[in-house]
């Protein structure tokens, strides 16, 4: 029953920063600046024990004056 609901789960988490990836040694230093720099907010995904990482590049809404 538990290896049927494995494949049918899907897990995703959006990360907001890179500082804990640079924090954690899986990241470097040049990498999560250039990333923060140009906004790219990282996907990890995981689906049937298989795990995979998306990037997204985002841009900062601004409000109309």
């Known amino acids: 029953m ?3 609901q ?7 988490a959006v990360l907001d920063t890179l500082k804990y990836l ?5 990241m470097s ?3 999560s ?3 923060e720099l140009i906004q790219i907010k ?12 998306e990037r997204i590049r985002t841009r900062r809404m ?3 004056d």
């Open 6 to 12: 494995i494949k049918r789960t899907h897990v995703w």
């Open 22 to 26: 640079r924090r954690s040694g899986r």
């Open 2 to 4: 538990l290896e049927e």
């Open 42 to 53: 990282p996907i990890l995904k995981m689906y049937d024990g298989v795990t995979g990482v």
């Open 33 to 35: 600046t250039i990333g």
């Open 62 to 64: 601004h409000s109309p």
């Open 29 to 31: 230093l040049m990498l």
